[in-house]
């Protein structure tokens, strides 16, 4: 039987996927199986390796594979990220997931690490700051507040490294991945820096480096009987699936962005001509000196998913009607979406999210519309950030499960005056995953896209002053409520006070 298929997995906030892929890379299967994020404390999100991202994947793995195992060529991984988690030697998980950048518990470490190791030299090697979403100050929290999972701690993986590591034996990371392990990996030279991984994780063998495309391992025996999967099927390093979107999209330079509509949202521009800035992110791509600019709203589908749960769960379908209906500017009605408080420009883990102008006569589809609009806001100031750091976006293509309803594209096309292609849906990370597979064993080239038919979506030029007027209200509006924030924020640190546990977010969103 013919090796024509490839799988791509895809760890995502809110499940697993994985997509079946044909050679031209049209998906012949998905599956998929729900699971949420964990909020033990304020600022912590946290997932279980074992069940949620292991256990999730060897199942949805058995559903797609029964009967096809002798069809599969190769095998990607992708998944959120950066997060981390500290494991034994032998690979077995020592605690929950930390989450990427909107688990914000490390404050302190940040705080400490910069001081020791210069802002500025940090910037030059690593590309961006240090934040919330670094992996380093993550590290440094585990050994300062539980040091006996420290003191167990001999590997450290990510979602996608996991996998691969459970999947293969293998402990390698990829270096796009990598690139988001700050202090730890030197964006200049594509590697570790020893000296300061020697003060930030003293001990730790950091993981083997691998590009995303390459070929890292093959599919074990025991891995094979969790999953289905043929012994020796090769297995690709894989990335953070962000990073697999941009691979299915076909992007690979600069003046086109790519926007992801997922539990938080995130934009890059690939193969950026701007300047390192300490408001972004910059990254590394499929090749040593290749890199890219980036920024993300820390929450985006995860609001969407708090107020369909504190409304009794109504369809999706439902609340994005009546958002249509409540029309632009919600009613005179203005969120502030920092409810994980907030990724790029601002880099603060305490901007706290707010509704401001209600009234009685304001329905759920307001408040609904205004979030949707609160995320078009903080996206603007982030393009606006991109722009001035020297990026050329004039244009986006749009993925994620936020896409699955147009209304949410349309308001961010309206409020930044951008065009988007929009691949709805939430498979594009699978099939990244699944193009990495493809690559790795010489079935395409990273010049293949693999990206499903667009549907655009056209800024409207009599929304342009109305929502110019908005956004200046939005930007006053943050800067005005942040002491309060910052002060309610360290009073949620203090009460300590559990939050419930987020298991929900839009459907089949990343």
Known sequence: MAHNLFLGMDVGSSGIKGVLVDAS?????????????????????????????????????????????????????????????????DGRPLRPAILYGIDTRAGGQIERLTAELGADEILARCGARLTSQSVGPKLRWIADEEADVWAATRRVFGATSYLVSRLTGEYVLDHHSASHWAPLYDQTT??????????????????DLAWPQEMC?????????????????????????SWAEVAASG???????????????????????????ARLWRTVGFAPGSHNVAAGV?????????????????????????????????????????????????????????????????RRGHIFRALLEATAFAMRQNLEVMR?????????????????????????????????DVRAGSDRAGVGAALFAAVAVGAATLETEWAAPGTPVVPRPSLRGLYDDLYGRFLELTLATLPQAHALAAWQRDHREPAAATRATLPDQA
């Open 25 to 89: 890379g049209r998906p012949a299967a998905v599956a998929e199986l729900p699971h949420g994020i964990s909020r033990p404390r304020p600022g912590w999100a946290e997932q279980d390796a074992e069940r949620d991202w292991w256990a999730g994947t060897a199942e949805v793995c058995r559903r797609l594979v029964t009967g096809r195992a002798a069809q599969i060529a190769a095998l990607g991984v992708t998944g959120l990220g950066p997060c981390l988690v500290p494991a034994d030697a």
């Open 190 to 207: 594509n590697a570790w820096i020893g000296e300061w991984a020697g003060r930030v994780a003293p001990g730790l063998a950091l993981p």
């Open 217 to 241: 391992g093959a599919v074990s025996r025991e891995a094979a009987e969790a999953t289905g999967l043929a012994e020796g099927t090769p297995v690709a390093a894989g990335s953070i699936d």
């Open 251 to 277: 992007l690979r330079g600069p003046g086109e962005g790519l926007l992801v509509y997922g539990t938080s949202m995130f934009l890059t521009e690939v193969g950026s001509p701007a300047r390192v800035d």
């Open 298 to 362: 820390g929450s985006s589908g995860a609001l969407t998913a708090w107020l369909r749960e504190l409304i009794g769960s109504p369809p999706y379908d439902e609340l994005f009607e009546e958002a249509e209906s409540a029309g632009p500017g919600a009613g005179g009605l203005l969120a502030l979406p920092y409810f994980a408080g907030e990724r790029t420009p601002w880099f603060d883990p305490d901007l706290r999210g707010a509704l401001f102008g209600l009234t009685a006569a304001h």
């Open 388 to 420: 001035e750091a020297g990026a050329t976006i004039a244009s986006l293509r749009s993925s994620g499960g936020g896409t699955l309803q147009l209304l949410w594209p349309q308001i961010v096309a309206d409020v930044t005056g951008l065009v988007q």
